[in-house]
T-cell receptor
Framework: NAGVTQTPKFRVLKTGQSMTLLCAQDMNHEYMYWYRQDPGMGLRLIHYSVGEGTTAKGEVPDGYNVSRLKKQNFLLGLESAAPSQTSVYFC??????????FGDGTRLSIL | SQQGEEDPQALSIQEGENATMNCSYKTSINNLQWYRQNSGRGLVHLILIRSNEREKHSGRLRVTLDTSKKSSSLLITASRAADTASYFCATKRGGSQGNLIFGKGTKLSVKP
């Protein structure tokens, strides 16, 4: 099993550009999450989903959109990238009330 | 907002020594989890302790939970160079639909 796979692994964008980060899990988990990790800040939840077709806002949702059209995929979109969105983005998945499984992250730089 | 706060922020020890990391949190919880993150990688779950448990063991790991003090500790015994990583506590509040709130982490360095 691959677990949680994130693509791409690295990306450099210019301010104002848009992009989509893809997360795929093969464990049939209901819950999926997007976090960002910044130096000295730990992980902060951006958006999450409790099942196919559902999404909800986390702690820092502004500037991001998400979609969960298929149970195994969770997409994170940046419509108009800003330098403040330079970060490492992690996707995770889990069954209800069970530990989360993380991907290895997408390192995003916005110039 | 951060729920958990780890202490210390950084810890450097020699191989074979024990490492203790602490986590404090603010609100009542359903469970508390510890994760490890190796440099450049995602987080890996280590251990989960429920609010009605006081101590849990897994191999060289020992976790305690004191809900009256809203604190937890992670003890790694007989540390190895491969234990070098950042360690995060994460709390789950009841009714939070599975959401975890992570602390800022303790960076552990184990010197051979």
């Amino acid at each position: 099993n691959a677990g949680v796979t994130q693509t791409p692994k690295f990306r450099v964008l210019k301010t104002g550009q848009s992009m989509t980060l893809l997360c795929a899990q093969d464990m049939n988990h209901e819950y999926m999450y997007w976090y960002r990790q910044d130096p000295g800040m730990g992980l902060r939840l951006i958006h999450y989903s409790v099942g196919e077709g559902t999404t909800a806002k986390g702690e820092v949702p502004d500037g991001y959109n998400v979609s969960r059209l298929k149970k195994q995929n969770f997409l994170l979109g940046l419509e108009s990238a800003a330098p403040s969105q330079t970060s490492v983005y992690f996707c995770a998945s889990s069954p209800l009330n069970q530990p989360q499984h993380f991907g290895d992250g997408t390192r995003l730089s916005i110039l | 907002s951060q729920q958990g706060e780890e202490d210390p922020q950084a810890l450097s020890i020699q191989e074979g020594e024990n490492a203790t990391m602490n986590c404090s949190y603010k609100t009542s919880i359903n469970n508390l989890q510890w994760y490890r993150q190796n440099s450049g990688r995602g987080l890996v779950h280590l251990i989960l302790i429920r609010s009605n448990e006081r101590e849990k063991h897994s191999g060289r790991l020992r976790v305690t939970l004191d809900t009256s003090k809203k604190s937890s500790s992670l003890l790694i015994t007989a540390s190895r160079a491969a234990d070098t990583a950042s360690y995060f506590c994460a709390t789950k509040r009841g009714g939070s639909q599975g959401n975890l709130i992570f602390g800022k982490g303790t960076k552990l360095s184990v010197k051979p």
